[in-house]
Each structure stands twice: as C-alpha cells, then as structure tokens.
C-alpha cells in the first residue's frame, strides 16, 4: 500500500475542515447511507458551535491504491503549537487560502513553520464561488508569502488547485465554469506531488509521539509517526525520556484511523500515523524504540505558555448553588487532567489556598478550558488574564505579537488613536477602495482589554487577527486597564425594575430585574472613570397616595451581554470572573463595600 502523509493548514475560517469532510465523503470513505454532519472532525461541542477547530484532527482516506492519512490542524494562532509539531508527522501540506480574504497572519505562521520543516506545499485557492472572489490576486499574494519566508527556489513553482468546500467542486483552473463536483484534482496532486514517507522498515522500531489523547483507563495516548521498522501489540519498548532516563514498557494498544474512526490494530510499520497506549505519562518528544538499539530523535519544540490566570474555588454569597464540582481537589483534578493532553498548558497549585496559576498561550486557549470545565458542571473563579515577563540575558522580557487590523476608513484614526497607548508599532498600511489594513508590532499585554474598545471603535466592522512573533525587552508603562468604571452591588437579593430605572441614566446595566446579586457584584458599567456603589434590589417605598405617573409604563433598555472571552477582556486587576454552569458573572475580589473603599484609598495613596 502506497501511503501519504499530508497535513491542511491555513488561517482560521478559512474553510480547512470543510475541505476535509468533502475529501472525506468524494474518497469513498463513507457508506452511502452514512449520516455525515458538516465539519465532522470538530467533534467538540465549542468547535462546532464556533466554527474552529481546537485540536488537530487525524483521519485517513483510501484513493486509488493510495492510503492518505490527512492531519486536519488549528487555524488560530493560541493552537499554533501543535501546527509546528504536525509537520514532524508529515511529508506534505494543503496551505488552504480564501479566495477573497487572500493570505492573513496566520497563513504566514503556517506556511512559515511548514517551510522551515522543509516538507512540499501545495496551494489551495479555497471559496471561489463567494462574491468578489479574486483567485489570480490570492495566488500572486501567495507567490509573494513564499519569495518574502525565503521558500526554496524550487517550492515558488508550487501546484495550485482551486476549489469550493462548500459546494465539494474543484478544478486545476482559476475559471470558476471549469469546476466540477469532484476532489480528483486535489486526491492526484497529492499523489503527484506530496513525495512517499522516507522511512526504513526494516531497521528496528522508532517513534516519537507529537500529540497527545487521554484515557481514563490507558493514561496518555501518544500520536505520531512511526520512522523506522515495525511494531506489534505486547511489543516490550523502551521510552527514552527527554531528561536523559530510560523506562522500559509493553504496547497495550495500538491504533490506527480511517475516516472518523480510531480503529484497533494489531501491527503497523514505518510511515503509518498511529496512537500507542501503555507508558502512563508518555510525553511529545520522547523517543520509543527498540530495547536493543537505543536511539534517540531530535526533540520536538513546544511553544511556551505567554499568559496566565489565577483559578480559584468559588468564595462568593452564591457558591455552591449551581456547580456539581465545587471544592478545591475536583478542580485541580480537572486542571491536571487537561494538563495531560495539552502539553501548552501549566498548571501550579499557589501554596497554602485554593487557587492555582494556569499558563497557556493566549486568551483564547485558557477561555476554552474555563468554558468547557463549566459545562461539565464545575464553579470557579477566575482573574484577569496578565502577560508572562521572562528573563533573557539579564533582562525583563514580555511577548510581542503581530497585529493585523482590516478596518473601514471612517474608523481608521480612532483605532490609531486607540493603539498608540499601548505600545503599537505601525509596520504597513495598504489602501483598497473604502477598506485599510494596518500591520503593528504589539506587547500582548497591549491586547488585554483591547478587543472591547476595538468592537466598539468600529461597530463592529473591524477584522482583528494577531499571532505570537517573539519575546522582546519591556518598555513602557502597564497597559491593559479598563479606563471606565462600573456599578457595584452594595446589597444582596433580587434586583428590581424601580432600582434599574433609577441607575439607567448613570450608565449601562448588565443585569435585568429578577436577577439574583450580592454585595460586590458587577451589575453595569458606569458613565464616568470611577466605580459607582449602587442598590439594585431596591424596592419603592409603598404609601397611600396615588403618583401622577403611576399609569405610564417605562420600557427598560436591553442590558448588555458579554461573552466569556469578552467578560475575561473587560474586568480589571482587582476583578474577577464567577464561573458556573449556568454562566457567569463579574464581581469585585474585595466584596465588602466598606473594606473595598479603604483598600482602594490606601492603594491610591501608595501609587501617589
């Protein structure tokens, strides 16, 4: 069986997935009465209901007599880590390109990681049926990503085939009457172009797992390719650790995939992407091979984590009402069950409480756990996310990234005006019709807080993209700090329609009358720079005399709603987010009125 290793790459929504499930359904792959859900690799709920895909996906076809194994990857650059060790399992990538959107920061990041793996890139001009496609611009824009990473001379003559995921067309022409209702183009040039895997199968085993799955009763799953000889199930191996020691271990199963299924295997051999269970703790970047020939692979890099929060066990007046998980042990259990899979993430219990730091590699990444850890039922709180400083040849370093804003002309000198605060450094600006596109080179701390003001400053018209470029001196004062100020409860109960009408003119609520609050809570968001102490459960006091206005009927504005990621951008340091199952709510850390107002003087009179 010939076989090829490929992997699809490209900035997120871009259509990757998609993509997959048409080269999925035109193989063959699935019976022909086979119920098929669209995007079937974003098999978690979040994926699908988001439209990313979280974790890379594998998945193999069978074409002609070709087996190919097809790694589906993350488009969003918080996932960019497992891009990178991805291109260890492959020969070959799809670089999936939006015919209108053309290439993007994340496509650079992609296409950059895969060049520096030195493995064969073919094009694919994705969404040529949208409106204003322009699928000869996207490829000169590709031409010219290529030349600018320093591809190659050889890769610039790369294969391109356009196509439409939706529709499931393709066609090695950029004239759109040329498609036809078939992945034939794209299935032969990866034959034709992706080479075979260079591997020796008769040497002894070796593989180097570069993902990872959990199971509660196998432990760590390792994914990876095999690169040399074969392996059996109950096979003895040996672990070479990445801290130099050796552990020796028997395969208990060994899978393969086809399609949307992990399937059990009893062999396989050298080019074939399998999962191994029976070491425990197996991690990416240690080498399993043979007991007689010791031989250790490059390690695997992993991106560090950029930012982190503080987790904590509920404390506020409603703790313990809505969560199934509430103490302290099941959310470090949880925490460091994650920690098993996703080796982007760090977790360190803070000594002597109930909180822990967790790191990860951006907002995104750490939204997702907190999102998925309150619907399997668990109540926590969590801080406002804040940069990792490091130490680099004897200096304070922080993240940077590249910032990339497609925003219309009219809201052009607000956002600049919006980003010179934070340390923004203009790289690029490109005029096309009503439309500018702005480069900036930013400290991530910069970001914190920005993704409010910029939905704002724009209507909603902006498109913001940013990946991680590199650690770099800090300069600058601290950024990141909502400027405006909030209502806060001063009493704890129902919050009524009288009391919201009275608080309306002084800003924007939050809450609605009937909503539960206590003392501490966040209810809206204050017209001026200071925080605003404010009653919201109170009632109108009842007398016999009849009011002139007791017959008009006041219509209370919709109160603002927040999205989790939006909520975690909005708060500031001495703020929380209260997480539950039924979903969340900001509140201040200190929730006595009294000792909140002392501590805020004292802190102002330090900072003097």
Excluded at 77 to 94: S, T
Excluded at 274 to 281: F, P
Excluded at 570 to 585: A, H, S, W
């Amino acid at each position: 069986m010939n076989v090829r290793n490929i992997a699809i790459i490209a900035h997120v929504d871009h259509g990757k997935t998609t993509l997959v499930d048409q080269l999925l359904k035109k193989s063959g792959t699935f019976r022909a009465n086979e119920d098929v859900v669209e995007r079937a690799l974003d098999s978690n709920d979040i994926e699908r209901e988001r439209g990313i895909t979280i974790l890379a996906k594998t998945t193999a076809i069978y074409y002609k007599d070709y087996r190919i194994n097809i790694l589906d990857t993350p488009g969003h650059a918080d996932f960019g880590g497992e891009v990178e060790r991805i291109m260890k399992m492959v020969d070959g990538v799809l670089l999936v390109i939006d015919a209108f959107e053309g290439t993007m920061p994340q496509t650079r990041f992609v296409l950059k990681k895969a060049l520096e793996a030195k493995v064969k890139p073919i094009v694919i001009v994705n969404k040529v049926d949208r409106p204003n496609a322009d699928v000869e611009k996207v490829v000169d824009e590709a031409l010219e990503l290529f030349i600018e990473l320093g591809a190659d001379e050889s890769l610039l003559e790369f294969p391109v085939v356009y196509a439409s995921g939706l529709k499931g067309t393709s066609s090695y022409s950029a004239d759109i009457s040329t498609q036809k209702d078939t992945m034939e183009p794209i299935f032969d040039s990866i034959i034709k172009y992706i080479p075979e895997p260079k591997v020796d199968i008769d040497g002894s085993f070796q593989f180097q797992p570069a993902l990872l799955d959990y199971n509660d009763y196998l432990g760590r799953i390792g994914i990876g390719r095999i690169t040399r000889g074969k392996v059996k199930v109950n096979d003895n191996v040996v672990c070479m650790r990445l801290d130099g020691s050796n552990v020796s271990f028997r395969i208990q199963k060994l899978f393969g995939f086809l399609g949307l299924k992990r399937i059990e295997i009893e062999e396989a051999q050298a080019g074939d992407i399998v999962a191994i269970a029976g070491l425990q703790d197996i991690s990416v970047g240690e080498t399993i091979c043979d007991s007689n020939n010791l031989e250790a692979l490059e390690p695997i890099h992993i991106d560090e984590p950029t930012l982190q929060m503080t987790f904590s066990s509920n404390n506020s007046p409603f703790a313990g009402k809505e969560g199934k998980f509430v103490t302290a042990r099941k959310i470090e259990e949880r925490l460091f069950k994650e920690m098993q899979k996703d080796v982007s993430l760090k977790v360190k219990r803070i000594e002597n409480s109930e909180s822990w730091i967790v790191s990860g590699r951006g907002e995104l990444h750490l939204s997702i756990l907190i999102e998925n850890m309150r619907r399997e039922g668990y109540e926590l709180q969590v801080s406002k996310p804040e940069v990792i400083i490091k130490q680099i040849d004897g200096e304070n370093c922080e993240p940077y990234e590249e910032l990339q804003i497609d925003v219309p002309e009219e809201y052009l000198g607000n956002v600049m005006e919006s980003l010179g605060p934070r340390g923004a450094e203009l790289v690029n600006m490109i005029n096309t019709e009503n439309q500018v596109r702005i480069n900036y080179l930013i400290p991530s701390r910069g970001l914190l807080g920005f993704m409010t003001d910029f939905m704002t400053l724009t209507k909603g018209y902006g498109i913001i993209n940013h990946t991680y470029k590199e650690y770099r001196p800090t300069k600058g004062a601290q950024v990141g700090e909502r400027k405006i100020g909030v209502m806060v409860a001063t009493d704890q109960g129902m919050a009524t329609h009288y009391a919201i009408e009275q608080l309306e003119p002084r800003g924007t609520l939050f809450i609605e009358p009937g909503v539960q609050v206590y003392e501490g809570m966040i209810v809206g968001e204050n017209a001026y720079d200071m925080d605003l102490t404010c009653n919201v459960a109170r009632v109108k006091n009842l007398s016999n005399m009849r009011s002139a206005g007791k017959d008009n009927t006041v219509v209370l504005k919709r109160p603002r709603k927040m999205s989790l990621e939006i909520a975690l951008d909005y708060i500031n340091t001495d703020e929380l987010v209260e997480i539950t199952p039924k979903g969340f709510r900001l509140r201040k850390k200190i929730l006595n009125t009294t000792e909140r107002k002392k501590y805020d003087s004292y802190r102002k009179n330090n900072n003097k």
